[in-house]
């Protein structure tokens, strides 16, 4: 089997809080991967505040960012484990975060040894 990323976007920085509604569905959705023993990584959190993250650039440039003026902004990631993408986009379908205007980009791990 394989791995994926799947890499969560928020176009609003107001949804970055879910409901405790929201954060049921989240981690129900969550749970129903895991009972298919196809999580590898439940991931974290990545803070969309000012002050919590930089950019490194060639020639030392280090800017500041996030910033939520920006189209829209990662918010998270998970690992899962999948046959093919298509399984694994087929997971990332099922997650509520399309409800509030969310994406997630599904990319395939590359393994090193």
């Known amino acids: 089997m394989k791995?994926?990323?799947l890499i969560f976007r928020l176009s609003d920085?107001?949804?970055f809080q879910p409901s405790p509604e929201?954060?049921?569905?989240r981690m129900n959705w969550l749970g129903g991967i895991a009972a298919q023993n196809k999580l590898v990584d439940k991931g974290?959190?990545?803070l969309p505040a000012p002050?919590?993250?930089k950019t490194v650039k060639s020639d030392n440039v280090v800017t500041d960012g996030p910033y939520t003026e920006i189209k829209e902004f990662i918010s998270g990631y998970i690992v899962v484990r999948a046959e093919t993408i298509e399984e694994a986009v087929a997971m990332a379908k099922g997650n509520p975060i399309f409800k509030i205007g969310g994406s997630?980009?599904?990319r395939e791990v590359l393994k090193r040894n």
Do not use: K, S
Not at 22 to 25: A, H
């Open 13 to 15: 920085i107001a949804d």
């Open 51 to 53: 002050g919590t993250a």
């Open 44 to 46: 974290n959190t990545l």
């Open 104 to 106: 997630i980009e599904v």
């Open 22 to 25: 929201q954060m049921q569905e």
């Open 3 to 5: 791995e994926f990323a």
